[in-house]
């Protein structure tokens, strides 16, 4: 019988492994390669269904009592176990099905060297029941392998990121950087749009705001006679846009908003304060909103450093460009003196737009030339899009967004529009989430917020589904909830009638819960 096992054992764990292994390597992907983000997931999953935290804990049990002498058939319900759990996070899945690109084949190489000799050890040394315990830690060992094939995959790209180096430098642009918590993409568009009329620029695509994704901008997409670049520079913690900004090098610096998005990573809003402010330390311009206190305290650091700094204002407060969306209007100072533009309607975030102007400005564009593109201001996709279905119902799409900001902007545009056309409210959401200690009071904040508003709420998954329930309830609101998206729709149009309008704000992938 222990022959039998010695052999039966392994094996299953490697057959175990196959379906835990595309599951884990799509959130892998999901979620940007980061280590420690694989365990996160998980825990998420197990922290919002009591029967999956109770399945999971006896799988580590019996993994554990497998490795006991006698005791090695106790591996295979464990095994079974990790194969199901958690229950929900599919293996192909809905929304983000996995991709199998170079980069996931290395590390789906690395993590199974990882695992097998892992396993081999623990099998050799305990016994054939201790295979179940790899199977079990499935999701902590792609952690480990994740950290590990960073600094393979550095290595790798040095050479594609050296030619987009060597590729800026020939052509020679001004860089514009962008980076915030939120508003970065909007603000590249409005800035691309403004200056497009008189300027060659270029702006990095999509949500190409890594060391690979700008090497791939410059590589692709910036050609010959490029004026300006726009360069937007993402970051999940202190160091990551320093690094950028020495591989490409901004003239002009910008930091829309310094908010709560990533507090689950960096935890306060001084470290995501921190982080951002490397935007500045190269560039010989700065743009920056002075409405928040550490911004202005920011913009008083860079002027005593000797940088051009462009304030921006959407509160009134004095500064180089100052936007007041109720009159319409854009008040910028120039080298000639003061002038006022005039702003088309649909503008949700003046901040965004105040930015772009004084980014217009810092790289000496003739801002007076762009007043008639102020009247044609492009949307984001899928941020606060309006559309007629054609049925009645008209629909604002919000599903981009990823910030409590936004998300109430989007609801007071909403809203706005139901009253408009007489119609009933409706809010899709799956709540907003890398808010850390605050994602929970959020969530309850503008869940009471939409009830107070008369709208009727059509809760999505269960990351959120406890704080937007009990922030509804707070207001008196109605509540459905429903497993996902697709269940959501039907809902959601029949409770909004003839008329309504349904928001659809925010939209996570299906790898959470």
């Not at 591989?247 to 921190?274: Q, S, Y």
């Not at 790289?363 to 030339?369: E, I, P, Q, S, Y």
């Not at 102020?374 to 967004?401: C, F, I, K, M």
Request: charged share 20%.
């Amino acid at each position: 019988m222990t022959e039998v096992l010695d052999v039966v054992l392994p094996l299953l764990a490697a057959a175990a492994l196959a379906p835990v292994a595309l599951r884990w390597l799509r959130v892998g992907q999901r979620e940007h390669y980061i280590g420690g983000r694989a365990g996160r997931i998980a825990a998420l999953w197990l922290s919002r269904s009591r029967l999956d935290l109770g399945l999971a804990v006896a799988a580590a049990v019996l993994a554990v009592v497998a490795c006991v002498p006698g005791l090695e058939l106790a591996a295979v319900p464990a095994l079974l176990l990790a194969v199901v759990l958690p229950r929900g996070l599919g293996i192909r899945g809905r929304t983000s099905s996995l991709s199998w690109t170079a980069r996931l084949r290395r590390l789906a190489a690395g993590w199974l060297l990882l695992v097998v000799v892992l396993g081999a050890v623990l099998v050799l040394l305990v016994g054939p029941g201790a295979a179940a315990l790899v199977v079990v830690g499935a999701p902590l060992l792609l952690d480990v392998a994740m950290a590990v094939m960073e600094r393979v995959e550095r290595r790798l790209s040095a050479p594609f990121v050296a030619q987009a180096q060597r590729r800026l430098a020939r052509i020679r642009p001004q860089v514009v950087a962008i980076t915030g918590s939120y508003g970065k993409t909007s603000t590249k568009g409005y800035i691309a749009h403004l200056l497009s009329g008189t300027t060659a620029v270029v702006a990095s695509p999509a949500s190409f705001n890594n060391r690979l994704g700008l090497s791939r901008a410059v590589n692709d997409v910036l050609v010959e006679g490029t004026e300006v670049f726009v360069a937007e520079m993402g970051t999940y913690g202190p160091g990551e846009i320093r690094e950028l900004c020495e591989l490409f090098p901004p003239d002009v610096a910008v930091i829309t908003t310094i908010g709560e998005a990533h507090l689950e990573r960096m935890r306060t809003r001084e470290t995501i304060l921190a982080a951002k402010s490397e935007i500045t330390e190269r560039a010989r311009a700065v743009v920056l909103p002075v409405d928040l206190p550490e911004l202005a305290a920011l913009a008083e650091r860079c002027r005593a450093a000797g940088k051009q700094v462009l304030t921006v204002s959407v509160e009134g407060h004095d500064a180089d460009v100052v936007v007041d969306l109720a009159a319409g209007t854009v008040v910028a100072r120039t080298p000639e003196g003061p002038v006022t533009l005039a702003v088309g309607p649909g503008v949700a975030h003046g901040v965004n737009l105040g930015v772009a102007v004084g980014v217009a400005l810092a790289v000496g564009a003739d801002v007076t030339k762009a007043e008639p593109r102020l009247r044609s201001l492009p949307r984001a996709a899928h941020r606060a899009e309006v559309q007629d279905t054609g049925t009645g119902v008209v629909v604002v799409d919000d599903t981009y967004n990823a910030n409590p900001i936004g998300a109430r902007a989007a609801l007071d545009e909403a809203a706005d529009l139901a009253r408009q056309r007489g119609g009933r409210l409706v809010v899709v959401t799956p709540g907003i989430v890398e808010l850390g200690p605050v994602q929970h009071e959020r969530n309850a904040d503008f869940a009471e917020a939409a009830a107070a508003a008369g709208a009727h709420l059509v809760v999505v998954g269960r990351t959120n589904r406890a704080a937007l329930v009990e922030g509804a309830a707070r207001a008196g609101g109605s509540v459905d909830v429903v497993d996902d998206r697709p269940a959501a729709v039907p809902r959601a149009t029949a409770a909004a009638g003839q008329d309504g309008v349904v928001l659809y704000e925010n939209d996570l992938p299906d790898h959470y819960p």
